[in-house]
């Protein structure tokens, strides 16, 4: 059973975002939108990765997925680390809250915005071209690991941090390039060698072609593969965030 504390705990954190929606949910559908006019209309016609199915198609899991796992990460590293500097974390530390309550309810209130960003881009996005649902649960168990992963992410990046500069270099130089290298945009078997071989040691590329696989039916690699994968990345960063929160590293000085 919730207790009260973590109830209270998941609404603060939604709501922490839900009130500047225009810039927490708003413009990232926008950006989303950019990206789909300006690659789909370069491209469309040009590219097509996957049998009877459009580049504007193929590239619009890719870009849900995208804003999924990006703003996952930026609600639990903004809260935490926002937290941190104006000195109000004390007062959430100071509770009876258990270390995985904690845990749980920065990713949750992460998860509820990836996937409510997500969910728009897709709104937006899926008049553009013609989508299929082959395999429905598989798109629901992929966008729930995938925005799980980064609200973890997001909580130990803000953990970590000390700043904004530090927050802000770990999401430039970590966070942003394995979203854009993990195949939102085309397919990893177009790549040389070297590169196909490093994108199958990018956990985000799971995350997304197994995305994918639940609109087409079609993948680069093994649904099932790609689960494993993930899940298994979600379990190891989840016991160091957990193992995080309970040496209290970084939060009590």
């Known amino acids: 059973m919730m207790s009260t504390g973590f109830r209270t705990l998941v609404y603060k954190e939604t709501l922490r975002f839900y009130k500047v929606a225009t810039q927490t949910i708003a413009a990232p559908i926008l950006t989303a939108m950019l990206y789909l006019l300006i690659f789909g209309h370069v491209l469309e016609g040009r590219v097509q990765v996957y049998p009877g199915v459009t580049y504007t198609a193929f ?66 996005t899926a008049w553009f ?60 078997h177009s790549l040389p060698p070297f590169w196909l071989t490093v994108s199958h ?21 093994n649904p099932y593969i790609s689960l494993g994968i993930v899940g298994a990345f979600l379990a190891v960063l989840s016991v160091l965030a957990i193992r995080l929160l309970s040496s209290g590293y970084r939060l009590r000085h």
Do not use: C
């Not at 920065?106 to 990836?114: F, P, S, T």
């Not at 799980?148 to 992410?153: E, F, K, P, R």
């Not at 696989?213 to 079609?218: A, P, V």
């Open 59 to 124: 590239l619009i899991p890719g870009l849900v997925m995208m804003s999924v796992l990006q703003n996952s990460f930026a609600n639990s590293s903004s809260s935490l680390i926002q937290s941190k500097i104006t000195g109000n974390l004390v007062f959430v530390l100071l509770t009876p809250l258990s270390h995985w309550e904690l845990y749980s309810a920065y990713v949750i209130a992460a998860m509820v915005r990836g996937l409510a960003v997500g969910l728009g881009v897709f709104v937006v």
């Open 129 to 188: 071209a013609h989508m299929s649902f082959e395999a429905p649960l598989w798109i629901l168990v992929f966008a729930l690991l995938g925005a799980a992963i980064l609200g973890t992410m997001g909580l130990i990046a803000g953990i970590w941090a000390e700043k904004f500069d530090q927050l802000a270099a770990f999401q430039n130089f970590l966070i942003m390039p394995l979203t854009f290298l993990s195949g939102v945009f085309y397919s990893i």
């Open 201 to 221: 040691l990018n956990p985000f590329f799971y995350m997304i072609d197994g995305f994918r696989y639940g609109f087409f039916g079609q993948s680069d690699v």
